[in-house]
């Protein structure tokens, strides 16, 4: 029933496989490393890859993975307790060869583990066949085949009948008992107070006993006076010698004047004017002469985000807690000698670190990283990956426990955040115009995070670069969206005028305005670009939330009709759990409703708001574990030169500050 077993070490080399059915497991095995050991996700044991189930377990003392593998369609319940037995039997077996460290020696040894399988496998499957659940029971051994066809026949005057009849005799026992309980109790106290017995009054309907007329007509003027309404209302004396109230002034609010509005309405009107591209620059105005100042700043690829390291902290500390000393030479000398005290009952002498020892630091870690913005679920299986990882390992003397794990989850998060695949977009675009096409990448994410400011900060790294942009406008939803990238166009050009690239401006804008189909406006814009010779296409999209079914089937539509080279899922640094959830249901989306057999997803991130949120940089790590997919770009302010890339040493040391 199992497809194949293996043992390897870390290193990559097999020391033992067992193959059930015919083909090669080098595939699934491989994705298993690729897409869980390398990238720090080991904290469940369950890989599914294509019609393939495998769970795995890590011994990390002499660095080896156990991986059964089997059809996903099976339920197998033994397999767990038998990695476990596999393990132990080929530790303890073979434990001389495996200290001996080193691959030659590795290579060199022999490893006959066949029996041990096989006689392992038998005791597991006869365990969960013993173990079976009872089987169903036959007609013949039920309690239905007991009875008989007249039992099961209801008559109308038969034993439903004396039954209801019973029931009827029952209920009317109680209530005439009742009742003569109820006439003893009465008769009881008649008999003590010696008065007779009076049967007690009616009481009104309308509520008005004991009132006379005079006050029940008192207490109607009363309520209509209350209810505002109208009734008979007598003029009181009292109230016509109240002065009356004098009316209240209404203020009235005056208009708003605004600084750079102007004054005359020729001015505002721009329904005479030609808005489809042809006034491609501003005039030189106070903003522009911000704008040139940032020129020259971004050639070549992107600076990267840059935060102070946990060491220099650490320093700063040590000088803190120093000086303290200096000041209570009496108290320090007693704190320290107590903290030598306090040091050795955390250091451990080569022994293996086992659950126990590691859950109280992991419990904080774990707070911690919440506290950082991390996704809650993101950062218990970022402990339970780390706590796989170590489980077992042996340490060395004078290594404290919590010193351990926090360098172990560094080292996590440092592996996840670091791109898998090379991320290098100014030379694909350069190998996109070798082939005479343009670069296409497309833009989408949730309402309001920034997908426009970022596309115009890319156009102008791009422009630096000295690349010819062409920017789509598929946001046909939005009012003012197209406003806002044709502002952004002629900012951009007139950093760079057109006199400088022989008259064409460097940026120009495709739109076909509001309500049209974005996949058509994206395809049209494309086929612009290659008639025109643009470098680069950048597709906006309109915001839609996760939840949103018809515009997620859209976006998908765009997707899979034009093929972008790249597609930038754009988030804020803000949201924490949230992130999990819109980048989970944008992938999904993307692939349920796309057109081919390999649907194009999230190929990277735009982290955008990141000056914003200090040292709570938790929601890079959410988005990068959630898709697997690098952080391209890092948004850090409002300016078309606050676009950096992602450091990941950085990044962790931000997010491991106390």
Known sequence: MLDFFTIFSKGGLVLWCFQGVNGSF?????????????????GSNLFIHDALSMKYKLDNEFELVFVVGFQKILTLTYVDKFLDDVQLRFRDRYKNQLEQKGAMKLLNGSFQFQDDFQQLLREAEESTKACAPAPMKTFMQSQKSQKTVKSMIETRGGEKGKEKESNKKSKNAKKEASAAEGDGDSTRGGTQSGLPKKSS???????????????????????FRRMGGGGPKKPSSSSSSKSPKPEKLQRVKGNREWVMGGTNTKELDYSNKDMNGSQDTLPATKDNAEDLKQLGQMKGDLRSVDYESSEEEEEDEEVVVSAAAAANPS???SKSFRGVFGMLKGLVGSKSLSQEDMEPVLDKLRDHLIAKNVAADIASKLCESVAKKLEGKVMGTFTTVTSTVKQALQDSLVQILQPKRRVDILRDVMEARAQRRPFVVTFCGVNGVGKSTNLAKISFWLIENGFSVLIAACDTFRAGAV???RTHQRRLNSMHPPEENGGRPRVQLYEKGYGKDAAGIAMEAIAYARSHSFDVVLVDTAGRMQDNAPLMVALAKLIAVNMPDLVLFVGEALVGNEAVDQLVKFNQALADHSMSDKPRIIDGIVLTKFDTIDDKVGAAISMTYITGQPIVFVGTGQTYSDLRSLNARAVVSALMKA
Do not use: Y
């Not at 006993?209 to 109607?220: A, M, S, V």
């Open 483 to 485: 406003e806002q990238l």
């Open 26 to 42: 080098t595939g699934p095995v491989n994705a298993l490393i690729r897409s869980v050991i390398l990238q720090e996700r080991s």
């Open 201 to 223: 009054p009616k009481p009104q309907e309308n509520g008005n006993e004991g009132l006379t007329p005079e006050e029940i007509k008192r207490n109607q003027q009363e309520f």
């Open 331 to 333: 108290k320090s000398s």
